[in-house]
């Protein structure tokens, strides 16, 4: 009896923990318990990457401007020990230096801005008159006479220089008109051809580098975008998808023919992105990252914006994990093993729920139904799993393929369920059919399935996903209830329903 | 019927035993886990049993490497009914039982006939650890056939009667007979389909019987009548099953128990994790018992006989009345 006081004793303590920390944090700081009160800060990293050839170098980046259309440059930092920096501003246009006497070997430079989403979407650039430089491509004879021939059909099919562009993209795009395909197979980047065939139109162009911000998203590339001159503003469309204007959730990072990253005295340079959304408000975020404070400090976000995202998704496992233990604990609930139903949640995370349910179920029964013919070919186990493993990826590659050609580019992101797993769970709902008919499987299948959603739902709720983040102390209180259930020795409820028969008695 | 459930507080009047219950205050209690392989691995079981003169089916060879699987004909030369399972597996999964032979083939317990080659298969896969928990690498164990008594014909469908006795600290605490009817497919599992049978502990007769957590008084194939069930020798297998205390030393477990027509009661296997469905065979709780074992302050170590004939006094009373009455004893 003492040794169970005991434990409750610690159970308290950790929950209490967990909350005196979590308030001593929020006084202290200021940070909300609340998301969504405040105007949200999109965290961006550039990381530079390039090998040192051992001499001096420079290396220099590209930088978004203070006044974006739809963001506010809010802070920016550069982490690069040893270097020089400087944020070099000329003409309207900036860029960070990074200088050193003598490096060698592989080199990482980080520039991070803090911008913070605003409701002026008017953009600075979109009245500047074009510059008149001569873009001059040389086509061989096929190719010119192909571009001549598409700009034809679109000036026919045109009014403005708006109509001509959507023209010219929806000409790109068709699959048909071997016109096109010979550009396209001659251009490395969709946005450079229309660039060139705009110019014969004689619309001025320019090259627009940006970001799809996107929570969590990590090893980021630049997207290109065209604007193109209409004679009295410019118009910014999408190459790939012709839309004209500005993309919701887009960052402009840099315009017009300045490379995005010049490195001098190193090789093998290239520059990548990360980036989160923060709910903290804007003042209080610049306090957590300059001040100086215990809880600053130890806070998750004095991490590379990298690692951020990843906690971001690892501080939400342990809800997951609880969700697990109730459901099996309390409920009785059968799954197919124990915590693949947080892996499936955190699958759903990274796609959707519908997409990611019909994409599993889909996935299970196909494997199901390839692994039934397997029976018949006597191999061995380990053999068998392996080749359901490479059966599994095919099945998930055409999945993909088939989902992307229906435009569900949703399809995709299935690749984030942890195959191996699922290939076991093939295999063992096989047995399981095999030696205890379908309903079993039904019923294993479906209570893992259940949690996973349940789990997902607490998992993707924007509350807990901002406390689990903010205040990763209140994982203390999950551990505590975990801890909890796992002395609870009392009925389960599905044993209400399996002994129900000692009410006939 | 009534309701499709039970209220948490009769089910507490009835004292039965749920699986969190069970699992923390019994199993982790009482059950060392260095001692978990000896039953969970039934090869290590048998080597036991065979030490300590424990009665089980004679085992006839161990298959232990792949390669062995190639020339496995010689093995069965002669032999014309057997039973393979692995030595990992749980709750029956994996076991193969040959009745006897046709021409080249093996005749299952179901009928079927299956050749050596979808033998060689099943063997491999128990070697990669199909069956055994976690998918760790297991090894086939080929042991003799249960002859089994004629005392059960016409009670099992397609399958082994078997007795499972819960033994608690020594103490056999409670009793159900499981036979296998078709919707079982052969087999003796409660939750598959298979018909329990509450055995009262001082006497060896039917005092209950449930499928499918519904109470039944004939075998649902067969139609013979489940109250005349009266286990010879009732005595000796509750001693067996105690006597796997003093074995294995593990305070809480399942013996589960065949009578064979030559050699009198086999103990099959043991079960670590045992103890749900048998209080539905019975019509009982466990915990009142497990609770009266608990509270007892002898400390000097009782012989199994001991143990066997307390327990056949004290319970005795218990199982007159039917569910209720246990809490008021406890």
């Known amino acids: ?505 | 019927m009534g309701r499709p459930w039970v209220s948490r507080k009769r089910l507490k009047n009835y004292g039965m035993l749920g699986m969190n219950c069970r699992n923390v205050d019994f199993i982790n209690r009482y059950n060392d886990r260095t001692l978990f392989p000896l039953v969970d691995n039934k090869l290590q079981t048998k080597l036991l049993a065979q030490e300590y003169g424990v009665p089980t089916p004679l085992l006839r060879f161990v298959v232990r490497e792949q390669h062995e699987i190639n020339h496995i004909e010689q093995e069965f030369a002669g032999l014309e009914h057997f039973a393979l399972k692995p030595a990992k597996g749980s709750g029956g999964k994996g076991i193969m039982v040959v009745t006897g032979r046709h021409g080249d083939q093996f005749v299952r317990s179901s009928g079927a006939e299956v050749s050596i080659s979808d033998i060689r298969r099943h063997m491999s896969n128990i070697l990669a650890g199909l069956y055994s928990l976690g998918g760790s690498p297991d090894v086939a164990i080929v042991e003799d056939l249960i002859a089994f008594d004629e005392c059960f014909s016409g009670y099992s469908h397609e399958g082994v009667p078997d007795i499972r006795i819960i033994v608690f600290k020594g103490y056999p605490v409670m009793a159900m007979l499981r036979l296998s009817t078709h919707a079982s497919d052969g087999k003796a599992n409660l939750h598959q389909g298979a018909v329990g049978v509450g055995l009262a502990l001082d006497t060896g007769r039917c005092l209950y019987a449930a499928q499918f957590g519904r109470p039944v008084s004939t075998h649902p194939d067969t139609g013979q009548a489940l109250g005349d069930i009266h286990i010879e020798g009732w005595r000796d297998i509750l001693l067996l099953a105690s006597q796997c205390y003093d074995m294995t030393g593990l305070g809480y477990i399942g013996t589960d128990i065949v009578l064979d027509r030559l050699q009198g009661p086999q103990l099959l296997e043991l079960n670590a994790r045992p103890g749900l469905a048998i209080q539905i065979a019975n019509g009982r709780g466990l915990l009142p018992r497990l609770r009266h074992i608990e509270g007892l302050t002898l400390n000097r170590r009782f012989r199994s006989e001991h143990r066997v004939d307390y327990a056949m006094r004290q319970f005795a009373e218990l199982e007159k009345n039917p569910a209720g009455a246990g809490a008021e004893v406890a």
């Open chain 1, 1 to 505: 009896m003492n040794q169970k006081r005991g434990f409750f004793a610690i159970l308290v303590l950790l929950a209490l923990g967990g909350v005196i920390l979590a308030i001593a944090r929020h006084v202290v700081t200021g940070t909300p318990f609340l998301p969504g009160q405040e105007k949200s800060v999109w965290l961006v990293e550039a990381r530079i990457d390039f090998d040192a050839d051992g001499g001096a170098v420079t290396a220099s980046l590209a930088l978004p401007e203070d006044q974006l259309p739809g963001y506010e440059l809010f802070a920016e930092q550069a982490a690069s020990p040893g270097y020089g920096f400087a944020i070099l501003t000329e003409r309207r246009s900036r860029r960070a230096e990074w200088t050193r006497r003598e490096a060698s070997g592989e080199q990482s430079l980080y520039y991070s801005a803090q911008l913070v989403e605003s409701e002026n979407r008017d953009d600075n650039h979109a009245n500047d008159p074009p510059v008149d430089y001569a873009r001059i491509v040389y086509w061989d004879e096929a190719r010119e006479l192909a571009a001549r021939d598409l700009l034809k059909v679109a000036r026919e099919r045109s009014s403005s220089p708006q109509s001509l562009t959507r023209e010219l993209i929806k000409l790109l795009d068709s699959a048909t008109s071997q016109n096109a395909a010979l550009l396209r197979s001659g251009a490395d980047q969709r946005s450079d051809l229309l660039m060139h065939l705009l110019e014969r139109a004689d619309i001025a162009t320019r090259s627009v580098k940006g970001l799809y911000l996107e929570d969590a998203r990590r090893r980021q590339t630049l997207s290109r975008l065209v604007e193109f001159y209409t004679g009295s503003e410019w118009l910014l469309v999408d190459p790939r998808t012709g839309a004209v204007g500005l993309p919701a959730d887009f960052l402009v990072w840099t315009r017009g023919r300045a490379s995005v990253l010049d490195v001098i005295g190193g090789a093998k340079s290239r520059v990548q992105f990360s980036m989160i959304r923060q709910s903290v408000p804007a003042t209080q975020l610049a306090r957590a990252s300059n001040g100086e404070g215990l809880f600053s400090r130890l806070g998750v976000q004095r991490l590379p914006i990298e690692e951020q995202s990843m906690f971001k998704l690892l501080l939400l496992l342990p809800l997951g994990a609880a969700v697990v233990v109730f459901m099996r604990v309390i409920i009785g609930l059968q799954t197919s093993g124990t915590f693949m139903p947080v892996l499936i949640a955190l699958a759903f995370l990274q796609t959707s729920l519908v997409a990611g349910l019909v994409s599993f179920v889909l996935i299970v029964a196909a494997g199901l139904a390839l692994r039934s013919y397997l029976s018949r070919l006597n191999l061995l186990l380990v053999a068998r799993i392996a080749t359901l493993i490479v059966l599994v990826v095919f099945l998930i590659s055409a999945l993909s393929i088939i989902g992307y050609q229906m435009g569900f580019s949703t399809g995709m992101t299935i690749t984030f369920f942890p195959m191996i797993i699922i290939a076991w769970t093939i295999e063992r709902m096989s047995i399981l059919w095999e030696e205890d008919g379908s309903s079993e499987v039904m019923k294993q299948g479906g209570g893992s399935l259940l949690v996973a959603v349940l789990a997902y739902l607490l998992m993707q709720n924007p509350l807990l996903v901002h406390l689990s983040f903010n205040f990763p102390e209140l994982n203390l209180v999950l551990l505590a209830s975990i801890l909890a259930m796992g002395q609870y020795t009392g009925y389960k409820l599905s044993e209400l329903w399996r002994f129900r028969a000692m009410d006939d008695l």
